[in-house]
């Protein structure tokens, strides 16, 4: 079945600095990535996806990139903000449309 | 994700009691997935449906049961079997058409067994 690494768990950034979270999956028939942002309490909101037919997704600051040669994708969110502080997962679906998810990482944007 | 419902927010019961937590969706999604969640854990996967009257275990289904009897509901009992219940469970739902399975989640149930 699929595996999703994520690392770091957790990551501490400056204010308009850039964070950079890495997954790696081992199902090469995955073709879905979605990313979620979970702030403490709440439900996981999906804040950005990538299908494996492009190679990389951009939305205002966040941005995904899929190397589906090497099995590994990235989420990069630029001009950091302290909304940004949050839980962020990484997932994959495999051939049986279910989704395995990464551990998750902790993310803290110091003003 | 707001079509995606669950009930009640927190539920405490008494341990070796069975308890059934609700999910109901309004988006027409054709799959519906139960999570468990653990204080700094990923999300791991209970059951999973994608019709009407089937379903199929996930990584951790022991002490679970659903039952899928309409497109709109996937109840999750939580039963004595369980051997630690507490958690923070999420349900979701998904389109299972090829190239839009885009998967949203409720809100989730804290459940508190003492």
């Known amino acids: 079945g699929e595996n999703v690494e994520q690392h770091p768990s957790t990551l501490s950034v400056q204010e308009g600095d850039s964070a950079v979270i890495k997954c790696t999956y081992s199902d090469s028939a995955s073709n879905y990535f979605p990313w979620y942002k979970q702030e403490l309490g709440k439900r996981p909101q999906l804040i950005i996806d990538?299908?494996?037919?492009?190679g990389e997704k951009k939305d205002q600051r966040i941005a995904v990139t899929l190397n589906k040669t090497a099995k590994h994708f990235s989420l990069h969110i630029t001009e950091t903000q302290p909304e940004d502080s949050a839980v962020y997962f990484c997932a994959a679906n495999d051939s049986w449309g279910k989704f395995q998810f990464g551990a998750g990482t902790q993310v803290v944007v110091t003003p | 994700d707001g079509g995606i419902t669950q009930s009640p927010k927190y539920l405490f019961r008494k341990e070796g009691q069975n308890v059934t937590l609700s999910c109901e969706q309004n988006?027409?999604?054709?799959?519906m997935y139960w999570y468990r969640q653990d204080p700094g854990q990923g999300l791991r996967l209970i059951y999973y449906?994608?019709?009407?009257?089937?379903?199929q275990k996930g990584d951790i289904a022991e002490g679970y049961s659903v039952s899928r009897e309409k497109k709109e509901s996937f109840p999750l009992t939580v039963t004595s079997a369980q051997k630690n219940p507490t958690a923070f469970y999420l349900c979701?739902?998904?389109?299972?058409?090829?190239?839009?399975?885009?998967?949203?989640f409720g809100p989730g149930t804290r459940l508190t067994v003492t």
């Open positions: 990538i299908r494996s037919n492009v």
């Open positions: 979701a739902s998904s389109i299972t058409e090829t190239g839009r399975n885009e998967q949203y």
């Open positions: 988006l027409n999604h054709d799959a």
């Open positions: 449906s994608q019709i009407v009257n089937d379903f």
